[in-house]
T-cell receptor, first 115, second 117 residues
Framework: EPEVTQTPSHQVTQMGQEVILRCVPISNHLYFYWYRQILGQKVEFLVSFYNNEISEKSEIFDDQFSVERPDGSNFTLKIRSTKLEDSAMYFC?????????????FGQGTRLTVV | AQTVTQSQPEMSVQEAETVTLSCTYDTSESDYYLFWYKQPPSRQMILVIRQEAYKQQNATENRFSVNFQKAAKSFSLKISDSQLGDAAMYFCAYRSARGGGADGLTFGKGTHLIIQP
């Protein structure tokens, strides 16, 4: 069964450093997403991406964050200068073409720890 | 903006019994989708069941079923014959049908389900 894969599973970084979280969405999917889950809290939408551009973004997704699809398979989330409060699980998700397919497939997540 | 509320931080049920998890939501839209996701200790988000708002019939997936009350904006999950593997966090989620795939999911805070052997 096709799946969304994320790397790394766990990343520890120094405050102020840049991090890039990587995702490989399911190959025939066209909408991609990043979500964040701070430990013990709910999952929060960060950004959606379609046709090589951002479709929607939340208030959380400020100038410190960026996304891109550098090639035909990877989808990345970059945090330019990490803060302690960026420590969280980051989930990538994707949906196949059209609103008729409503199910978002999630990756297993990347646990980001900022020290 | 849409909101999703799960009023039960934690629920406990005996194995083989039935449990219902509550979810209410607030929206001004008429067309949307609702989901229940399961998050086991591995932290991966797994879809349990989904409901399209335009469908009157409640969705069912094996031991999982929902009670969708559109007028009341309520979307509860019933788990029958609870199994130890059902122990997890359960998140209710909303997605607008307005923007195609652009809109992300809005999640509730989750209910931690404990299965007593």
């Amino acid at each position: 069964e096709p799946e969304v894969t994320q790397t790394p599973s766990h990343q520890v970084t120094q405050m102020g450093q840049e991090v890039i979280l990587r995702c490989v969405p399911i190959s025939n999917h066209l909408y991609f997403y990043w979500y964040r889950q701070i430990l013990g809290q709910k999952v929060e939408f960060l950004v959606s991406f379609y046709n090589n551009e951002i479709s929607e973004k939340s208030e959380i997704f400020d100038d410190q964050f960026s996304v891109e699809r550098p090639d035909g398979s990877n989808f990345t989330l970059k945090i330019r200068s990490t803060k302690l409060e960026d420590s969280a699980m980051y989930f990538c998700a994707s949906i196949s073409w059209g609103a008729f397919s409503t199910e978002a497939f999630f990756g297993q997540g990347t646990r980001l720890t900022v020290v | 903006a849409q909101t999703v509320t799960q009023s039960q931080p934690e629920m406990s049920v005996q194995e083989a019994e039935t449990v219902t998890l509550s979810c209410t939501y607030d929206t001004s839209e008429s067309d949307y989708y609702l989901f229940w996701y399961k998050q086991p200790p591995s932290r991966q988000m797994i879809l349990v069941i989904r409901q399209e708002a335009y469908k009157q019939q409640n969705a069912t997936e094996n031991r999982f079923s929902v009670n969708f009350q559109k007028a009341a904006k309520s979307f509860s999950l019933k788990i029958s014959d609870s199994q130890l593997g059902d122990a997890a966090m359960y998140f209710c989620a909303y997605r607008s049908a307005r923007g195609g795939g652009a809109d992300g999911l809005t999640f509730g805070k989750g209910t931690h389900l404990i299965i007593q052997p």
